[in-house]
């Protein structure tokens, strides 16, 4: 495994363990080597993810859309920052860079592109893993939803089954290297 994407929060949250976590994904992605593509801003859990990657010798890819840039909180102590026009146009970018996905803590927008790429997951447009990495048991309301979608009939429990969920980075790391690449490990979307 090359790269991660790594969708997290443009805070730091209230907790201090959020940007303890942080910090230590960003260590461990540096030591294995595997490369981090996130959402480009230097803010909040998504800076510290980043510049411990920096920090401790590792390759961080960040994409940010021009507006956002614009606004002064991109990233520019990057080993590279693409600047693209659109959000759609940064989440297609970080899924063609990525091996695969992980969501940390974040706010509204982490949890759009956490359920757009496991949809696309869903949909076979993508064949690359998706995990939740639960720090303090901050997914565990969502995992119990995703249940209830299954209990409901409006989601599968296969489909509930291939989203990794893990409060261990080690655990996180490996189950994410383990993923079965079967096919391809690239973006495939069919246009």
């Not at 940007?19 to 510290?48: H, T």
């Not at 520019?76 to 803590?105: C, T, W, Y």
């Not at 927008?109 to 893993?129: M, N, R, V, Y």
Request: hydrophobic share 40%; net charge negative; with cysteine.
């Amino acid at each position: 495994m090359e790269s991660i994407c790594v969708f997290c929060g443009s805070s730091m949250g209230f907790h201090p363990i959020y940007e303890k976590s942080a910090y230590e994904l960003g260590k461990r992605l540096a030591e294995e080597n595997i490369g981090l593509v996130y959402g480009g801003g230097s803010v909040g859990l998504m800076g510290v993810l980043a510049n411990a990657v920096m920090e401790h010798g590792g390759q961080v890819t960040g994409i940010i859309p021009r507006f956002l840039y614009e606004k002064e909180v991109g990233h520019d102590g990057l080993s590279k920052l693409v600047i693209v026009n659109s959000m759609h146009e940064r989440k297609q970018k970080m899924a063609e860079l990525s091996q695969g996905f992980v969501a940390m803590p974040g706010g509204i927008g982490t949890l759009e592109e956490l359920f757009e790429i496991f949809t696309w997951s869903q949909l076979s447009l993508i064949k690359k893993p998706v995990a939740l990495y639960n720090v303090h048991g901050f997914y565990d309301d969502i995992t119990r939803f995703l249940d209830k979608l299954v209990h409901e009939g409006f989601l599968k429990s296969e489909t509930v089954s291939t989203l990794i969920n893990s409060h261990n980075i080690l655990e996180l790391i490996e189950k994410l290297k383990a993923y079965n690449f079967h096919e391809s490990t690239k973006w495939i979307e069919k246009t």
